[in-house]
T-cell receptor, first 116, second 114 residues
């Protein structure tokens, strides 16, 4: 059973370009979470999705950032017009029943975005 | 305000020595509590979790944690550390049947010296 798969592992973009980060949850998991980790900091919640629905996006910046989890295919975190401050590691996690139910999230290895 | 605090940013211990990493939380209700470990360049792996019941929880890799309600703490311990334990350790909380936000502390970096 494959774990949470994220790609690309590393992404370099110039200011103003778009970044797309993909996350395939574990088989049977319908809950997906995106977290951002800045250097020397902990993980900050960004968004929580279930299939085709955004449940909680309270941690997402209001502009330039969007997320989706379509019926078919991976979840995608999209950052438009990237700026240097977007440089971070972005982690996806999935869960079968939700963090507050079973408690365990399974994390991918992260996508590390560098904005030049 | 709701928060989870890891007061130690960096801890260095000798291989074979005992370890305790501190975690305190501030929530209106007792949350579910977790410890995750992150090796350099990797994702996070769950070490152990506490929902209810026995306040001493056993995890993987020889780790344990004790929930103390009176101190709002959930400290991680290991009797004898190995060089492979060098990593970043994160305490995390979520409210039971709450809003699904797993909130992380800022982490404690563990360095092991020979």
């Amino acid at each position: 059973n494959a774990g949470v798969m994220q790609n690309p592992r590393h992404l370099v973009r110039r200011r103003g370009q778009e970044a797309r980060l993909r996350c395939s949850p574990m088989k049977g998991h319908s809950h997906v979470y995106w977290y951002r980790q800045l250097p020397e900091e902990g993980l900050k919640f960004m968004v929580y999705l279930q299939k085709e629905n955004i449940i909680d996006e309270s941690g997402m910046p209001k502009e330039r950032f969007s997320a989706e989890f379509p019926k078919e295919g991976p979840s995608i975190l999209r950052i438009q017009q990237v700026v240097r401050g977007d440089s971070a590691a972005y982690f996806c996690a999935s869960s079968r029943q939700g963090a507050s139910n079973t408690g365990e999230l399974f994390f991918g290895e992260g996508s590390r975005l560098t904005v030049l | 305000a709701q928060s989870v605090t890891q007061p130690d940013i960096h801890i260095t211990v000798s291989e074979g020595a005992s370890l305790e990493l501190r975690c305190n939380y501030s929530y209106g209700a007792t949350p579910y509590l977790f410890w995750y470990v992150q090796s350099p360049g990797q994702g996070l792996q769950l070490l152990l979790k506490y929902f209810s019941g026995d306040t001493l929880v056993q995890g993987i890799k020889g780790f344990e944690a004790e929930f103390k309600r009176s101190q709002s703490s959930f400290n991680l311990r290991k009797p004898s550390v190995h060089w492979s334990d060098a990593a970043e350790y994160f305490c995390a909380v979520v409210l039971p049947y709450g809003n699904e936000k797993l909130t992380f502390g800022t982490g404690t970096r563990l360095t092991i010296i020979p």
